[in-house]
């Protein structure tokens, strides 16, 4: 009677476990791949810190600290960072203020990724230029911002995950109820 019980248990223990090595069991049965911000979030922390030069060089822009969230109820996902400005007497290691976004996303079949798609700064704190956002410093974020979301992932799909998903299409990707879906078509 030990024997049957143990045996189950261990096939459960091994079971569970599978489904939560799987990004969802949607991406193995079903017509979605759900993604949560934990896994976006462990994905963009290995991005950064990043430096952009601008102004040919005169100025560096470092992007730091990703946070990410997907909003209960909205349909767009939120990033704030910290940002550091190199040059004019100023350390880019060293926290100049922070920024928030909103964004939709986009899948990249090139980049097997999800992108920024129509990005907006929704929030600007800059306590070490006195609080506002001047124009160079303004121009060089929307600079980032723009390439960011057109070259760089938040996400991008591993080589598990896309071979899982091989022979599908993916349709829209949707951003709803605390999570991110890849919608796949037949």
């Not at 949560?36 to 290995?46: C, E, G, I, N, S």
């Not at 290691?93 to 992108?115: C, E, N």
């Not at 907006?120 to 956002?133: T, Y």
């Not at 899982?164 to 990707?173: E, M, S």
Request: charged share 20%; with cysteine.
């Amino acid at each position: 009677m030990r024997r049957p019980a143990l045996a189950f248990a261990f096939f459960a223990a091994l079971f569970a476990l599978a489904l939560t090595a799987c990004t969802t069991l949607d991406a193995l049965v079903g017509n979605q791949v759900t993604f949560t911000a934990p896994q976006l979030q462990k994905y963009v922390d290995r991005q950064f810190p990043r430096d952009y030069q601008k102004l040919g060089g005169l100025v560096t822009l470092r992007v730091m600290h990703p946070r990410l969230t997907i909003p209960q109820d909205s349909n767009r996902l939120q990033l704030d960072f910290d940002l550091g400005i190199g040059g004019f007497g100023m350390d880019s290691q060293a926290v100049a203020g922070r920024f928030a976004l909103q964004s939709g996303l986009r899948f990249d079949p090139t980049t097997r990724g999800l992108h920024l798609v129509d990005p907006q700064l929704m929030n600007v704190d800059m306590p070490s230029l006195g609080g506002a956002m001047n124009a160079p410093t303004r121009a060089a974020l929307n600079s980032w911002l723009s390439d960011y979301a057109r070259q760089e992932p938040v996400y991008r799909l591993d080589d598990n995950a896309w071979g899982r998903l091989a022979g599908r299409r993916i349709g829209g990707t949707t951003i709803g109820d605390g999570k991110v879906v890849l919608h796949l078509d037949q």
